[in-house]
């Protein structure tokens, strides 16, 4: 069997120290605020190349509490138009609404799956006061078409970096982009916690005060409460994992950059393949696509090889946002129709991406 991500497999090949990271804060007895969490805070700050890094629970939070910042500094107002890409995962939506402002949905451009310039200066109104962003699938969505779009109309720029950790934009990375990112450690990501955990990176002073403080209930000093806050807090356990995981990610992303090279140059189906673009995209995801991917992902199934679709259901036509189901949005409904996503990870082997490879070519001919 090949699995579509072994998660244990990753955390094993760390060779101990991941386990003796959780074991010093076991023994430490201090789980929350701690040394484990200043220690990754600054040094996810250095890597990004931002001024701040604030950690909070989840990559959903690290989003919402970018805007809920940016509302309670004046910046955006209840009601506001945020731009967002219509194929993205539901929780950058989430992040929109929950925060009581309104997302305009862009369709993105087929080849890249990302949104263009173009498609959100068409969407842009009267009432847009912020752009959000999506790597998706790894992959760069930043453009300096869409930076001076947004400077030149006074948008916020904000970037989804939930699935792009160390994606490269020239000599900058993804996350030190636009005015604050949010990033998600989740298990699977390029960067995984053993759990949740996410964070907010940004230059900005101000915001990265706000954001810190909202996570922590909306205080700064202790039992009194500036905002109505919430509480997303990174613990110090998945701070000391992402603390020994951090110095490796480079070489993570270069083995999957590796094999999605394996993957463009061996696979022959017309028509397959994504964008690759070498440098630009850290291949959190490997999608394929085709009009017949249920049948491919049931062949491969049979042949032992896991595939996931990202995914199944575009958020417009999810039950929860059904007041969004008249959308006209053809490239996004077929993205979702159409997208299999191959396994990619660090710990995958030659011969099994060389057998993935195989499988498929025997299923297009
Ligand atoms: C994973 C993900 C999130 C949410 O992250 P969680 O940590 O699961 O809350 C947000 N946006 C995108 C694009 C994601 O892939």
């Known amino acids: 069997m090949i699995p579509f991500l072994d998660l244990r497999k990753i955390t094993a090949s760390f060779d101990g120290e991941i386990e003796r990271a959780v074991s010093g804060v076991v023994a430490s007895g201090r789980y929350l605020f701690g040394r484990c969490t200043e220690d990754f805070e600054r040094a996810y700050a250095a890597y990004i190349g931002t001024r701040h890094c604030v950690g909070c629970s989840n990559g959903l939070d690290a989003l919402s509490l970018i805007l809920q910042a940016a509302i309670e500094l004046g910046r955006l107002n209840l009601g506001d138009e945020v731009i967002v890409p219509a194929n993205t995962y539901i ?107 996410g964070a907010v990176t940004t230059d900005d002073d101000e915001l990265a005060r706000m954001v810190r403080k909202i996570g922590n209930y909306g205080s700064e000093r202790k039992y009194i409460f500036d905002n109505e806050g919430r509480n997303s807090r990174i613990d110090e356990i998945q701070a000391a994992v992402l603390g020994v995981k951090l110095p490796r990610l480079d070489a993570d992303n270069s083995r999957r950059i590796d094999i999605a090279g394996r993957y463009a140059a061996g696979i022959s189906g017309v028509g397959m393949l994504p964008q690759v673009m070498r440098g630009m995209n850290v291949f959190h995801i490997f999608p394929v696509f085709t009009d017949h991917r249920d049948e491919l992902q049931e062949y491969l199934s049979i042949h032992g090889v896991e595939t996931l679709i990202h995914y199944p259901v575009a958020p417009h036509r999810q039950q929860c946002y059904s007041r969004y189901s008249h959308l006209s949005l053809p490239v996004t409904e077929s993205i979702h129709r159409r997208e299999l996503s191959l396994p990619i990870s660090p710990v995958m082997t030659d011969s099994e991406v060389d057998r993935v490879i195989s499988l498929v070519n025997s299923w297009t001919d």
């Open 91 to 197: 929780a950058t939506i989430l992040a929109v609404t929950g925060c009581g402002l309104t997302p305009v949905f862009v369709d993105p451009d087929p080849l890249t799956c990302q949104i263009t310039a173009d498609g959100i200066s068409r969407a842009v109104t009267m009432r847009t006061r912020a752009v959000m962003i999506v790597h998706l699938y790894g992959m760069c969505a930043y453009s300096d078409e869409i930076g001076r779009l947004c400077r030149a109309r006074g948008l916020m720029l904000i970037e989804d970096n939930a699935q792009a950790h160390g994606c490269r934009f020239g000599s900058r990375r993804t996350g030190s982009l636009g005015h604050a990112a949010g990033h998600s450690f989740y298990p699977g990501k390029n960067l995984g916690a053993l759990g949740d955990a």
